[in-house]
């Protein structure tokens, strides 16, 4: 997991979420992962005030293949 953490966005990611929010659409993280491991990876990439918010499965206790998330 340390490793993933360490991957890089790609580098389209920060304008785009620019270009969302230029055009007023609100942009979400949603992941199938920890919502603290997650954002300290948006964090290091610079992008988490580019998002309105974030979920993930640790809001609903359930991962993918389930309908809750």
């Known amino acids: 997991m ?3 953490a360490r991957v890089p966005l790609h580098r389209d990611v920060r304008p785009a979420l620019e270009r969302l929010r230029a055009a007023g659409l609100p942009a979400f993280a949603l992941t199938n992962g920890s919502a603290a491991f997650v954002r300290g990876i948006l ?3 610079g992008v988490t ?3 309105v918010d974030m979920a993930s499965v640790d809001a609903v206790g359930h991962g993918k293949l389930r309908p809750e998330p």
């Open 2 to 4: 340390g490793a993933l």
């Open 43 to 45: 964090d290091s990439a």
């Open 49 to 51: 005030d580019a998002l």
